[in-house]
């Protein structure tokens, strides 16, 4: 529950950071250092890390009035970072850590990358292969990682890596912050359907890492893991946008633009499903808000893979509608998307045939829609558990293809 007077406190210091640096003429990394130095960039994180120690629930209250007094934004610059990896650098890092990552990842001046999945382990994350070896001081990691997004423009990654083979595979993983310009990091483009490579795969041959940055204890990567893929969930299908905007926005500016003073049954069929869709998205809409405004931890529970996964069918569906709207133009598709490595994620300015094929993957990024239902199934309506037959196993001793 938001006591009143740390409502009023925080609009206090927004109107004053408003009006100390009126965002239309400040530079964005300075705008932010101040939103940073302030307290009001994760207002729940402690004081010094960018937080006054407040409820999470004023941290939408508080990006909503900078977004729409027009301050530039931290998740737009660093969508991995803000979103992901700062939530799991304030919960399990060191002191030295939180002080030294979480300013330069807020204002966008060092960009985060996650380094979890792998050829072999996507959904499965705790198989992992990459192996991390002590060496004095220092780490030695040797392996590969794939799907990596922003890993091109990324300065540092979140990585797992497996410490201990012997142990079940849980057990054995422990989680770095990894210098990804060192030595011994090769980055690699892999381009997606849109000719944009928003993701990577990442190699590593010997790569060093300091044990300063260790994220958490030896052996605790996977508990440390789980905070980052909890943030994940509310980062992708969370977000409080304003009523009518997101995705449903580009179908109804379709229909209005082609079918709005049309009188026949088939227009009248397209608005049912624009209409039911616009409901839906209104419906996740509320509960997101709902469940931002309950929200009394960080960390948030599974009612992010609930949102994540209304996220991801209902852009599915919504895009489907807006190419279908197109009408037979809908069926003309440019096959010649520039091969590009994009400066951040975002679909922006893109046209419908481009969102359409974006947002497919929208079901497997973050998480697949069936590990999104197993989640609900599990933690929330309290079915029985999947089948898992290597968790026992000592990792070494699991069949790999
Ligand atoms: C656009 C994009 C960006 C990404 N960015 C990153 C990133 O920055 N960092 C990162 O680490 N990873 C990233 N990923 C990887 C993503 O997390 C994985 O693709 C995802 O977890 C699925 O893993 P997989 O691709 O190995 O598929 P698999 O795990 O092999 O799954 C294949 C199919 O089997 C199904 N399946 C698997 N297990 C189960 C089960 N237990 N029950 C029911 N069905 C199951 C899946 O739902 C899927 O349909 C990204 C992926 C995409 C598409």
């Given at each position: 529950?938001?006591?009143?007077?740390?409502?009023?406190r925080?609009?206090?210091?927004?109107?004053?950071?408003?009006?100390?640096?009126?965002?239309?003429?400040?530079d964005?990394?300075?705008?932010?250092?101040?939103?940073?130095?302030?307290?009001?960039?994760?207002?729940?994180?402690?004081?010094?890390?960018?937080?006054?120690?407040?409820?999470?629930?004023?941290?939408?209250?508080?990006?909503?009035?900078?977004?729409?007094?027009?301050?530039?934004?931290?998740?737009?610059?660093?969508?991995?970072?803000?979103?992901?990896?700062?939530?799991?650098?304030?919960?399990?890092?060191?002191?030295?850590?939180?002080?030294?990552?979480?300013?330069?990842?807020?204002?966008?001046?060092?960009?985060?990358?996650?380094?979890?999945?792998?050829?072999?382990?996507?959904?499965?994350?705790?198989?992992?292969?990459?192996?991390?070896?002590?060496?004095?001081?220092?780490?030695?990691?040797?392996?590969?990682?794939?799907?990596?997004?922003?890993?091109?423009?990324?300065?540092?990654?979140?990585?797992?890596?497996?410490?201990?083979?012997?142990?079940?595979?849980?057990?054995?993983?422990?989680?770095?912050?990894?210098?990804?310009?060192?030595?011994?990091?090769?980055?690699?483009?892999?381009?997606?359907?849109?000719?944009?490579?928003?993701?990577?795969?990442?190699?590593?041959?010997?790569?060093?890492?300091?044990?300063?940055?260790?994220?958490?204890?030896?052996?605790?990567?996977?508990?440390?893991g789980?905070?980052?893929?909890?943030?994940?969930?509310?980062?992708?299908?969370?977000?409080?946008?304003?009523?009518?905007?997101?995705?449903?926005?580009?179908?109804?500016?379709?229909?209005?633009?082609?079918?709005?003073?049309?009188?026949?049954?088939?227009?009248?069929?397209?608005?049912?499903?624009?209409?039911?869709?616009?409901?839906?998205?209104?419906?996740?809409?509320?509960?997101?808000q709902?469940?931002?405004?309950?929200?009394?931890?960080?960390?948030?529970?599974?009612?992010?893979?609930?949102?994540?996964?209304?996220?991801?069918?209902?852009?599915?569906?919504?895009t489907?509608?807006?190419v279908?709207?197109?009408?037979?133009?809908?069926?003309?598709?440019?096959?010649?998307?520039?091969?590009?490595?994009?400066?951040?994620v975002?679909?922006?300015?893109?046209?419908?045939?481009?969102?359409?094929?974006?947002?497919?993957?929208?079901?497997?990024?973050g998480?697949?829609?069936?590990?999104?239902?197993?989640?609900?199934?599990?933690?929330?309506?309290?079915?029985?558990?999947?089948?898992?037959?290597?968790?026992?196993?000592?990792?070494?001793?699991?069949?790999?293809?």
């Open positions: 529950m938001i006591v009143q007077s740390e409502t009023e925080v609009d206090g210091l927004v109107d004053q950071l408003l009006a100390d640096h009126p965002p239309a003429g400040s964005p990394v300075v705008f932010l250092g101040e939103q940073f130095d302030r307290g009001l960039a994760w207002v729940h994180f402690q004081e010094g890390d960018g937080g006054l120690g407040l409820s999470p629930s004023l941290h939408q209250r508080i990006t909503n009035r900078l977004i729409e007094a027009g301050a530039p934004s931290a998740a737009a610059r660093n969508v991995i970072g803000y979103g992901m990896v700062a939530p799991t650098i304030a919960t399990h890092g060191t002191d030295r850590q939180r002080k030294r990552y979480l300013r330069p990842m807020f204002t966008g001046q060092e960009v985060w990358c996650q380094l979890f999945s792998e050829p072999g382990a996507g959904s499965d994350v705790a198989g992992l292969a990459t192996r991390a070896e002590r060496d004095g001081d220092e780490w030695l990691v040797n392996g590969q990682k794939v799907w990596t997004t922003v890993a091109h423009l990324a300065a540092r990654g979140l990585l797992l890596a497996r410490t201990n083979p012997d142990l079940p595979k849980h057990q054995g993983i422990t989680c770095f912050l990894i210098d990804m310009h060192g030595p011994g990091v090769d980055v690699r483009p892999l381009y997606q359907i849109t000719g944009e490579a928003e993701f990577n795969e990442v190699f590593f041959t010997d790569a060093k890492v300091a044990d300063a940055d260790r994220l958490g204890g030896v052996g605790e990567g996977w508990r440390v789980l905070t980052t893929l909890m943030n994940e969930r509310v980062s992708i299908g969370g977000t409080v946008s304003r009523r009518g905007q997101g995705p449903i926005d580009l179908a109804v500016d379709v229909w209005k633009e082609r079918w709005a003073d049309d009188p026949s049954p088939y227009a009248s069929a397209l608005r049912d499903r624009l209409m039911r869709l616009w409901v839906s998205s209104e419906t996740t809409r509320l509960t997101n709902r469940a931002a405004d309950l929200r009394q931890k960080g960390t948030p529970g599974p009612e992010g893979s609930v949102a994540k996964l209304a996220f991801a069918e209902q852009n599915k569906l919504i489907e509608l807006a279908d709207l197109l009408g037979a133009e809908g069926m003309l598709h440019s096959n010649d998307y520039p091969r590009v490595r994009p400066k951040g975002g679909l922006a300015g893109a046209d419908v045939h481009k969102q359409f094929l974006r947002t497919r993957a929208n079901s497997i990024e998480g697949t829609s069936e590990v999104m239902r197993n989640i609900l199934g599990e933690r929330v309506l309290g079915l029985p558990g999947d089948v898992r037959t290597d968790k026992e196993l000592p990792w070494k001793d699991v069949p790999r293809s």
